[in-house]
């Protein structure tokens, strides 16, 4: 008998969430992280009294996702303060206005009823079709109307961090409109998560427990072990090693099936290549060139009053910044939940899409970049001058994604279900998926489990998977 019915490398959305529904379905389930915190990229971590993120995280779930795990779990996952309006950068004028200013006359929004009807009516296998289509194909098929075609592009350089139009996956971007359009009645929809990130990964990792399964933090995994075309577990280092270069003390744990959710640049360090098909590898190491990464940079920034802003619970946005005419965002943390800063005090967060550039490891390009970066914001945001607190961080390793570009989505994303590998699973938002984040993690790892399971999970029918 095996130790465990499956093992899940990883403690973020997609791991969680995948161990937490195994487990409630009686499954011996061990869930192993390398790090000590919960949440993988979605962590959270206390800097002086503020509670910074890896990166900038709101949850992009209409009611499908995430949201009916939590529910099919037993659990609530309840829907903060959220962003449903959109102010944007004009940077001939320099000025801050509403995304809906651009579609604001009669015609105009009559127009966007005719590309959401449009929308709405394309079947999703429909769309599935296409990976290799830049959205403003799509677009100008529906309309010309260039406020139209700015509030569906406006949108795709938050949830997706891609830059130009040519850039932007016609199937991934309409997929998530159509979802929001249909359960929520608005182009896009995000939210601040009830209780915060802390609580969200605790309360999956409770599921985990309080069904008999197992949740490890601070364990790595060395390989995965594959004899004669089937899992047969994992290796993981000596507990307790008192030299950091330790290698080949292996400890053996087994299970029949393993659920790995390591991004592409990062799995092929656990499972060997030569158990897996050519064109399978290729695919992934195709996809984890530096080039592909979402990387930006990122910076939290507190003040002791809060600047002006159209709207403090909206997330602003442009397409070209002031001095490098990259993209970004911009959104106020303490507007959503004043617990992630001092009393008194004011906490933004925002970032520059820096993956246009291909220079992602040069570290005086990227320090360059964020001194840019810094006098940007303080042109389109002047009280961001007179901070108390501030941090730079940089998301490119661990990076947030694979940018969502046409040909590099969909199907030309390697399968989540391992070829020639019996019970080999991969729930990454790198591979095979859709969706938008954290919910987009938690999709995937749903979609292996109901694999597993050979059956969909109640009430989780109605929503779509990959």
Not at 279 to 296: E, F, G, H, M, P
């Amino acid at each position: 008998m095996s130790d465990f019915d499956a093992i899940v490398i990883g403690a973020g959305a997609a791991g969680l969430a995948s161990a937490a529904l195994l487990a409630k379905e009686g499954q011996r389930v061990l869930a192993l992280d390398r790090s000590n915190y919960l949440g993988g990229r979605g962590m959270a971590t206390d800097d002086e009294g503020y509670r910074l993120n890896l990166g900038a995280h709101l949850l992009e779930d209409p009611g499908s996702g995430i949201t009916k795990i939590f529910e099919h779990l037993g659990m609530t996952l309840g829907h903060g303060p959220s962003n449903t309006d959109m102010p944007v950068w004009n940077h001939d004028s320099e000025t801050w206005g509403s995304i809906r200013d651009r579609y604001a006359g009669a015609g105009d929004r009559d127009e966007l009823k005719a590309v959401i009807q449009a929308l709405l009516e394309t079947p999703y296998e429909e769309l599935d079709g296409l990976d290799n289509l830049p959205m403003r194909s799509w677009l100008s098929k529906h309309t010309s109307n260039q406020g139209v075609i700015d509030l569906f592009e406006f949108i795709t350089v938050m949830e997706c961090m891609t830059e130009d139009w040519w850039d932007h996956s016609a199937s991934d971007n309409l997929f998530n409109r159509k979802m929001h359009y249909q359960e929520k009645r608005t182009a896009a929809y995000s939210f601040w998560p009830e209780g915060g990130w802390d609580n969200l990964f605790s309360e999956l990792r409770d599921a985990v427990v309080n069904n008999g399964g197992v949740v490890e933090l601070g364990r790595s995994v060395s390989r995965v072990l594959i004899e004669d075309g089937s899992i047969r577990g994992v290796c993981l280092p000596r507990s307790g090693a008192s030299l950091q270069n330790e290698i080949f003390h292996d400890e053996t744990v087994t299970a029949p099936v393993v659920i790995s959710t390591l991004p592409v640049w990062n799995v092929l360090d656990v499972v060997s290549e030569s158990h897996l098909p050519d064109w399978y590898v290729n695919q992934i190491k195709t996809l984890a060139q530096d080039r592909w990464r979402v990387s930006y940079a990122h910076l939290s920034i507190a003040t002791e009053e809060p600047i002006p802003v159209l709207d403090r619970q909206e997330i602003a946005t442009w397409l070209h910044a002031p001095i490098s005419r990259t993209s970004g965002f911009m959104f106020e943390q303490t507007a959503l939940d004043p617990s992630v800063a001092p009393e008194g005090k004011y906490l933004y967060v925002m970032g520059a899409m820096l993956h246009k550039f291909n220079r992602g490891r040069d570290k005086e390009f990227v320090r360059a970049k964020f001194t840019e970066f810094e006098k940007e914001v303080e042109i389109m945001w002047p009280g961001l001058e007179d901070n108390v607190f501030k941090r730079r961080t940089y998301v490119f390793e661990p990076s947030f994604g694979v940018i969502q570009k046409p040909g590099l989505v969909g199907k030309f994303r390697p399968h989540w279900k391992a070829p020639n590998v019996e019970g080999l699973y991969f729930a990454s938002e790198t591979f095979q998926s859709r969706g938008i984040g954290i919910d987009r993690a938690a999709r995937a790892g749903l979609s292996c489990v109901e694999d597993i399971l050979g059956r969909r999970l109640w009430p989780l029918e109605e929503g779509w998977r990959y």
